[in-house]
């Protein structure tokens, strides 16, 4: 298991016994002391917060963007860990920024398995964690079954596209979106059809580069909603092209390249 596959799952477990406790006794500073040790974590809320739907229409498919004033900033953000508090696995993703992002406001999709606070911490350059926070009313995200039966998500596995990269300029900022066909089941779903669990498969790292320069780096697990998506910004200098891999638990590579601007 991969270094940061077997730190996600060391977290899960000690979030599982911190929720042995009083069912409504918040999580929070037992998973902050799990995942930051002794570090301070201050708030953040002058410059980022998590944006959120109160009550989610699709506890499975959550949107999450976790949004960043610039002018306000205390250095450049270096990292971002976005943990959905009550799920059985909370680290749902940690996005870790290159010098390529100007603006590191991050979008996604989570799982809430319940009534939830979705927390995102930020970390500078120089080390100082900031946190934000919007609590979620949603619950069965984590076993709600698949859209697609596991054949039909097997013939699209790794599929890839983006969504805005035609309108990128060049010098200009742009907004894209990566789309990764994957069930990226959590363990916790039945087929419907052989009424068995769906052993967990999901996305573990997703690597976005620019002409070879790492944009962003991402650390998944089964928090993340099927067919993840990650929304970055990054400003294109010159003629290019946008390249994504991603690895999922069971071992496999997926791979895809964009020419920028976009050929018609």
């Given amino acids: 298991m991969p270094k940061h ?21 918040a999580p929070w500073p037992d998973l902050k002391a799990a995942i930051f040790g002794d570090k301070a974590v201050a708030d953040g809320s002058a410059f980022m917060r998590v944006e959120a739907p109160q009550r989610a229409y699709d506890a499975a498919v959550v949107p999450v963007t976790i949004r960043f004033d610039g002018g306000h900033m205390p250095g450049r953000i270096r990292a971002v860990t976005l943990v959905v508090d009550k799920n059985p696995a909370p680290v ?10 100007a603006d590191p406001t991050i979008g996604t999709r989570v799982r809430v398995n319940e ?15 900031f946190m934000a926070a919007a609590f979620v009313k949603a619950a069965g995200g984590c076993s709600a079954p698949a859209s697609k039966t596991p054949d039909d998500a097997l013939a699209h596995l ?10 990128a300029q060049i010098g200009a900022p742009s ?13 916790m779903q039945m087929d419907q059809i052989k ?5 967990a498969r999901f996305i573990e790292t997703i690597e976005v ?5 790492q944009l962003l780096q991402v650390e998944g697990n089964i928090s993340l909603s099927e067919n993840p998506v ?9 003629t290019g092209r946008l390249s994504a891999t991603a690895k999922d638990s069971d071992g496999a590579v997926f791979t895809g390249a964009w020419p920028v601007p976009a050929t018609m």
Avoid at 10 to 17: E, F, M, N, T, V
Avoid at 175 to 187: A, C, M, Q, T
């Fill in 5 to 25: 596959a077997a730190a996600l799952a060391l977290i899960a477990l000690i979030a599982l016994s911190a929720t042995a406790r009083a069912a409504d006794e």
């Fill in 92 to 101: 749902a993703a940690v996005f870790r920024l290159g010098d390529g992002i």
């Fill in 115 to 129: 009534y939830t606070n979705i927390h995102a911490v930020a970390e500078t350059e120089d080390g100082s964690l």
């Fill in 158 to 167: 790794g599929e890839m596209r983006t969504k805005n990269l035609d309108a």
């Fill in 175 to 187: 907004r894209v979106e990566l789309l990764i066909r994957h069930p990226n089941y959590s363990g």
């Fill in 195 to 199: 009424r068995t669990y769906v052993p």
């Fill in 209 to 213: 580069s620019y002409d070879g320069t």
């Fill in 230 to 238: 990650v929304e970055f910004s990054f400003t294109p200098n010159e």
